[in-house]
């Protein structure tokens, strides 16, 4: 009976289902016919202190250990000198240093200091430099700047950064350190460090030098290429200087394709728009394609791009969308998340994904400034007095939580692992409307880079997002096939992980896929000779180790399953060979043992009560 109940659930969703995904479909519809923007509250910070010490967070909550950093000593030094005074303050006592920005978006627990007694250096208060070279084209801006204060600076002095990521929530330091980037493959590429012409680190030196020195890095330096991402394992970053070009405009259209061609298309697209890339929602067939290039400077248009995924939302809007899909999860119910999947398709088609012509979005193509173009997050910014609406994952409101998986294939070999993801995706195509309700997979174009951690050819960047459990110890609906695509991008294929992403399992194996590897390495001993700032997460990482796996260790990335014990068992879930890519080891449920394990647990409940 318990096994009947459940495939019937599946197929038809449960009345409070349809209730929830039915109420979502008004609040959205109330939202579009609203074009005012909502002010967000704003996010929180990300080191919060109290009587016993120092709490560092992501903006999610949760890091992808779901263990908590804690630090005693915490540093929020206003300018370069004082930041080398927070150095060489560390260094004099022998402490670990991490730093961290105002904004921390990384899910990898890069800026998390190795114990209480180390010292973690701030930027949040070190972000007000941002010096504009009109006549060398460049901007020179203190670590800590935020991205849309900088492209603000650069855009008022009739320049352009031509790369930045799609989310502005960051700062231009940790941007630089961890390899963001936007999508191009033409000039110097879609991302930020290849851009990067200066850049200044702070690192420890001798007693001599102040137990601290600022080593200033440029174009033709040995160090440059090490320095352009750091992972902040080199030293802190003080100073970063962009090249610029004059002032221009974009027009963006998008084109919803069917998804049948687009592995033959994708190299195309990417050489013939500049700006060029492509969303794909596999259980829907679809490929929305962005077209994305530069226009003359007198073309009409005041656009602006303020992505749907990144503007804030009605609280009461992103605690339903989260509690629909919990109890869609709980049930086991993929159609309802096929329908919450045909909503969000629609409704980003209905109002260009967040594109505006003018105030509100009235059709393509939208032409507008690169400033206002390029990057967006507009749930950034409000008065700290606003409680009804923020960002969507905001970790105060049980909002959106979920994981990202970003893998960077070489070009060549991208066009196979779309094959492959499609035939998974046809033999069930229902199995993949989880991460439709987020984004699909976002598909953008990164162009080969001298930075020892780039890429060293031109490279093809696929991020998905997926729905996340409350408890680590909870598994998720279909979560066997997003193991096989995760395995199969990072094993099958070879792609190397973004470095500010990703789950623990991606890491495995990464010191093998930079050619460049043991050049950083070389570099780091030249630097930072007593390890000052590395940490076991970020030396795990770098050196792609793999750790002893516990109970439970696959439901969250930790590690790859090799036994049940790593799944979960007891609710059904064991360790199985991928359906498509027979190598990949992934937690699949299997509705018989479940049914089994409720038979005989409530055989022991008898038996007890009797």
Not at 250 to 267: C, G, K, P
Request: proline residues 5%; charged residues 20%.
């Amino acid at each position: 009976m318990m096994a009947n109940k459940s495939r019937t659930e599946s197929i038809h969703p449960a009345p409070q289902m349809a209730s929830l995904i039915w109420l979502l479909h008004g609040l959205l519809a109330v939202i579009c016919s609203n074009p005012r923007p909502v002010l967000a509250m704003p996010p929180v910070p990300p080191v919060t202190c109290g009587a016993t010490g120092c709490l560092l967070s992501n903006a999610y909550g949760a890091w992808s250990d779901r263990k908590d950093c804690w630090v005693r000593t915490v540093a929020y030094p206003t300018t370069e000198d004082e930041l080398r005074s927070a150095v060489a303050q560390a260094s004099r006592r022998n402490h670990k240093v991490k730093a961290v920005s105002g904004f921390s978006h990384t899910i990898p627990k890069l800026a998390c200091p190795p114990t209480e007694n180390s010292t973690l250096i701030s930027t949040a208060k070190y972000n007000t430099g941002i010096e504009v070279d009109v006549e060398k084209l460049t901007v020179t801006a203190d670590a800590g700047v935020g991205l849309r204060d900088l492209i603000d600076k650069v855009e008022a002095a009739g320049l352009s950064l031509v790369a930045a990521p799609y989310w502005e929530g960051a700062s231009i330091g940790g941007v630089v350190s961890t390899g963001s980037h936007g999508s191009s493959w033409w000039g110097k590429g879609g991302a930020v460090h290849d851009h990067v012409v200066g850049i200044s680190l702070v690192v420890p030196a001798g007693s001599s030098e102040g137990y601290a020195k600022i080593v200033r890095l440029e174009h033709g330096d040995p160090l440059f290429n090490a320095a352009r991402v750091s992972l902040g394992l080199l030293g802190v970053i003080s100073k970063v200087t962009l090249s610029l070009e004059p002032r221009f405009k974009r027009s963006v259209s998008y084109s919803y394709e069917d998804d049948s061609l687009f592995e033959d298309e994708f190299l195309d697209l990417a050489q013939k728009h500049e700006f060029a890339d492509i969303t794909w929602y596999p259980s829907q067939h679809k490929a929305v394609y962005r077209y994305d290039d530069r226009v003359p400077f007198n073309s009409s248009g005041e656009g602006v791009n303020d992505f749907l995924g990144f503007q804030s939302n009605l609280i009461v809007v992103s605690t339903t969308v989260r509690a629909t899909e919990k109890a869609l999860e709980s049930a086991r119910n993929v159609n309802g998340k096929c329908t919450l999947a045909a909503i969000e398709v629609g409704f980003k088609k209905l109002v260009g994904t967040g594109l505006k012509n003018n105030v509100i979005f009235t059709g393509y193509p939208v032409v507008g400034y690169q400033g206002k173009m390029q990057t967006s997050g507009s749930c950034l910014y409000s008065p700290s007095s606003n409680t009804v609406s923020s960002c969507a994952w905001d970790p105060r409101i049980k909002g959106l939580f979920f994981y990202e998986t970003t893998a960077i294939f070489p070009a060549p070999k991208f066009r196979n692992f779309i094959l492959d993801v499609k035939k998974l995706r046809d033999l069930k195509p229902e199995n993949f409307c989880g991460v439709d309700i987020y984004n699909g997979l976002l598909i953008r174009f990164i162009k080969s880079s001298e930075a020892y951690l780039g890429q060293s050819e031109d490279s093809v960047v696929v991020d998905f997002n997926y729905y996340r459990a409350d408890e680590p110890s909870m598994p998720r609906l279909n979560q066997d096939i997003w193991e096989e695509v995760e395995q199969m991008a990072f094993f099958k294929y070879g792609a190397k992980p973004h470095w500010a992403k990703n789950r623990k399992l991606a890491f495995t194996g990464v010191q093998q896929k930079y050619s460049k590897m043991s050049k950083f390495l070389l570099a780091k001993r030249q630097l930072d000779p007593h390890g000052m700032f590395d940490s076991e997460w970020s030396d795990e990482m770098l050196l792609g180790k793999e750790l002893a796996k516990d109970d439970g260790c696959a439901l969250e990335g930790q590690c790859i399953c090799s036994e049940d014990r790593h799944c979960s068992p007891a609710k059904g879930y064991l360790c199985k060979p991928g359906l498509v890519y027979n190598k990949a080891m992934v937690c699949r449920y299997t509705e018989t043992f479940s049914t089994v394990m409720l038979t005989d647990e409530n055989s022991q409940n008898v038996f007890r009560h009797n």
